[in-house]
């Protein structure tokens, strides 16, 4: 079964940097661009980062100049920094596999989420 699994996720203060880490199985990695989202709790799915299968990235203007995504293809790894952490990027932040082409992507399959808290 094909499965994304997100971990990093925690409780750290304003200012501070957390980095999530996704892992995912070969076949699905290798072939898609992949993405962060994140969800607050009453709130739509809103999109963070994507990077294609080139490391192409985009970026939600929230989080441009703070945050970085980046894939270890050999590992089947996709990775989050985030730095300069607000009480506003708290959120549940989920890792996707995308199809479609860069700006028009679509998430495809989902990991279960990971829960990052920023304290003021």
């Known amino acids: 079964q094909v499965q994304l699994v997100e971990s990093g996720g925690g409780l750290v203060q304003a200012g501070k940097s957390l980095r999530l880490s996704c892992t995912a199985s070969g076949r699905i990695f290798s072939a898609n661009a992949m993405g962060w989202y994140r969800q607050v709790s009453g709130k739509q799915r809103e999109l963070v980062a994507t990077i294609s299968t080139f490391g192409n990235t985009d970026y939600a203007d929230s989080v441009k100049g703070r945050f970085t995504i980046s894939r270890d293809n050999a590992n089947h790894a996709m990775y989050l920094q985030m730095n300069s952490l607000t009480p506003d990027d708290t959120a549940v932040y989920y890792c996707?596999?995308?199809?479609?082409?860069?700006?028009?992507?679509?998430?495809?399959?989902w990991g279960q989420g990971t829960q990052v808290t920023v304290s003021s």
């Open positions: 996707a596999a995308l199809s479609g082409y860069r700006g028009s992507y679509s998430p495809q399959i």
